[in-house]
């Protein structure tokens, strides 16, 4: 009787679980390399406060686009802080990758980073899976974690499909 219960509950929750997990990319391979990466153009919010709400300010960043019609591409954010420095807490800039001739929407401002040496790590992954996966793999290779770095996602186009995690961090 207990292996009946025991295979019901594996069926029913442990599977879909790890179904689940690797389709987020939670197996997925990090890529890590030396390259150059740049230059961009983003438009975004000052963002100070807990890694965990980022997602939030995210979220009003791109309706400040959809507001203004002006196209968003990938997401980005540039870390200034190390979020296990302050208890989870960082300083950032969060938004979007911005078109070169497109106008700044209103309420955001507009930077660049210029192309330059970095140690790029990509992994085909949720938006909420990959950085843990692209930090733990740097940590793994034993490289320090200097700031800022860039995190920009590219989504796959298609709600049913996972996009790309890429993170940036100087050399």
Do not use: C
Request: charged fraction near 20%.
């Amino acid at each position: 009787m207990f292996k009946k219960q025991w295979l019901a509950f594996v069926l029913a929750f442990v599977v879909p679980l790890v179904a689940v997990f690797a389709w987020w990319g939670g197996f997925a391979t990090v890529s890590v390399r030396d390259t150059e990466a740049g230059p961009y153009r983003y438009a975004y919010l000052d963002y100070e406060g807990p890694i965990s709400n980022m997602r939030k300010t995210q979220r009003t960043a791109l309706k400040k686009f959809d507001l203004a019609r002006v196209p968003a591409g990938d997401t980005i954010t540039v870390l200034f802080t190390d979020p296990r420095a302050d208890h989870g807490k960082v300083r950032a800039h969060v938004g979007y990758v911005l078109g070169e001739s497109d106008p700044v929407p209103e309420g955001l401002q507009a930077a660049r980073i210029a192309r330059r040496p970095v140690v790029l790590a990509t992994v085909h992954a949720a938006v909420l899976l990959g950085p843990s996966k692209a930090y733990q793999a740097l940590d793994e290779r034993g490289l320090a974690i200097t700031m800022p770095t860039v995190e920009r996602y590219r989504p796959a186009g298609q709600a049913n499909r996972i996009g790309t995690f890429i993170l940036e961090m100087n050399r």
